[in-house]
Every structure is written in C-alpha cells, then in structure tokens.
C-alpha cells in the first residue's frame, strides 16, 4: 500500500487547512479537506493557457492569477515569445515556497525564467492598480469556481465591479480567461453585460478523462 505523506502546511487568509500532500510520485494541494489542483489532472490549465496565448500582440504583457502547481505558467512561457513579460499574482507566499521547495522538478524552475515576475499579493491589486500598463491576456485561476474556496475576498473579482475592473485592464483585443470547476450560467451572464464576446468552453481534467468537468469562461475586450 503506497503512503500519502503530507509534505507542508500552512492556513489560508480565512484560517482554513491548507495542505500539500504526495501520493505515488504525485502531488496534491487540498484546502479545508477539499482537493484543490494535482499535477496528473492538469489538461485544463494548459488549455486555459492556449486559449489565452492564441492572438497576442508583439512583446506581450500576460497576468496570470494563481500559481498552483505551475502548469498554467509552463505552458504560457512555451507560447510567448522571449520578450514577453508574464507576471504571476500569488496571494499565498507558502506557494511559491512550495514550488521552490517540493516541486521544483515539476515546473519550480520556471520562477528563475527572466521573462516572470512575480507578485506575491491579491491579483486584485496589479488588476485594479495597471494604470495605462495594461494586458494583452488575463488567466485567472484563483479558486475552485466563482463561489470561492481558498478565501472570501476572492468572490469580488467574479462580481460586476470586479469584472469592470479586469475589462479595463486589458489592453483593446485583451483577453480574460477564468478557470473554473464547475459550470456557472449566472457567472457567464454576468460576463456578457460587461464584454462584447463570451464563450463558455468545457474542459477535462486530464488529456483521456471521459468528461469535461472543468470549464473555462473566456472573455475579450473590444
């Protein structure tokens, strides 16, 4: 019978269990018993990456909202080009310790990549703050869906002032993808009263998982 070992803990803003666990070679992030992200079910963030990366300018600028376990980020650094500058908003520094720390062989190098900056803080800061520096792509995977999980200051970017802020970041052409567990038909209404396009796309899990149980709520800027 092979172990779950608990590598590191740590609690959440909101004071919930944050776990980062290894089973059979895998890792696991759970917070408030509650299965966050692995690094076998990967396929959505990877998607939400290409999605994102399909029309982006010359020397772009990309945000993208939650570090996870790095699988988002890798895939966008393989896309853009060597003069892209990709800032990664972490609101937990435990992450980004973690990443150093356990799962450096996974994707933890890619934080020593020249073209990522990172931010240790709430994405609704640099969103909220960009000024005229604005972005080419948005990738926000900050919790589980847009009824929070990792902390409750999270439902305001899911909210209409929060999403009037994000369209006002993008750059014109700009595009915001949200990261999603579940689908969430109110959530995707509230998109279209702000942005003239949005697409709602099903996405699995991982590459041979027989249902799409994630969803991805893409979103442009005029």
């Given at each position: 019978?092979?172990?779950?070992?608990?590598?590191a803990?740590?609690?959440?803003?909101?004071?919930?269990?944050?776990?980062?666990?290894?089973?059979?070679?895998?890792?696991?992030?759970?917070?408030?018993?509650?299965q966050?992200?692995?690094?076998?079910?990967?396929?959505?963030?990877?998607?939400?990456?290409?999605?994102?990366?399909?029309?982006?300018?010359?020397?772009?600028?990309?945000?993208?909202?939650?570090?996870?376990?790095?699988?988002?980020?890798?895939?966008?650094?393989?896309?853009?080009?060597?003069?892209?500058?990709?800032?990664?908003?972490?609101?937990?520094?435990?992450?980004?310790?973690?990443?150093?720390?356990?799962?450096?062989?996974?994707?933890?190098?890619?934080?020593d990549d020249?073209?990522?900056?990172?931010?240790?803080?709430?994405?609704?800061?640099?969103?909220?703050?960009?000024?005229?520096?604005?972005?080419?792509?948005?990738?926000?995977?900050?919790?589980n869906?847009?009824?929070?999980?990792?902390?409750?200051?999270?439902?305001?970017?899911?909210?209409?002032?929060?999403?009037?802020?994000?369209?006002?970041?993008?750059?014109?052409?700009?595009?915001?993808?949200?990261?999603?567990?579940?689908?969430?038909?109110?959530?995707?209404?509230?998109?279209?009263?702000?942005?003239?396009?949005?697409?709602?796309?099903?996405?699995?899990?991982?590459?041979?998982?027989?249902?799409?149980?994630?969803?991805?709520?893409?979103?442009?800027?005029?």
């Amino acid at each position: 019978m092979k172990v779950t070992t608990t590598l590191a803990t740590s609690r959440t803003p909101d004071g919930a269990l944050l776990l980062l666990q290894e089973h059979d070679g895998q890792h696991y992030l759970k917070v408030g018993g509650v299965q966050l992200m692995s690094t076998n079910a990967s396929s959505s963030e990877q998607m939400m990456a290409e999605i994102s990366c399909s029309s982006l300018r010359p020397k772009p600028r990309i945000l993208i909202g939650g570090l996870g376990f790095g699988f988002t980020l890798k895939r966008v650094l393989e896309l853009v080009p060597q003069d892209a500058i990709v800032e990664v908003a972490e609101l937990l520094p435990e992450i980004v310790q973690w990443n150093r720390e356990f799962l450096r062989e996974v994707n933890g190098r890619l934080l020593d990549d020249p073209r990522v900056v990172i931010r240790l803080g709430d994405v609704f800061d640099p969103i909220s703050r960009c000024g005229k520096d604005r972005y080419d792509a948005i990738l926000l995977d900050v919790d589980n869906s847009p009824d929070p999980l990792v902390q409750k200051g999270n439902a305001r970017l899911y909210q209409r002032r929060g999403l009037e802020l994000v369209k006002s970041a993008l750059n014109p052409k700009g595009r915001v993808v949200y990261w999603s567990a579940n689908r969430d038909d109110d959530f995707a209404h509230s998109l279209k009263r702000v942005f003239a396009k949005v697409d709602c796309i099903s996405a699995k899990a991982y590459p041979k998982a027989k249902r799409f149980t994630h969803t991805l709520f893409v979103a442009d800027r005029e």
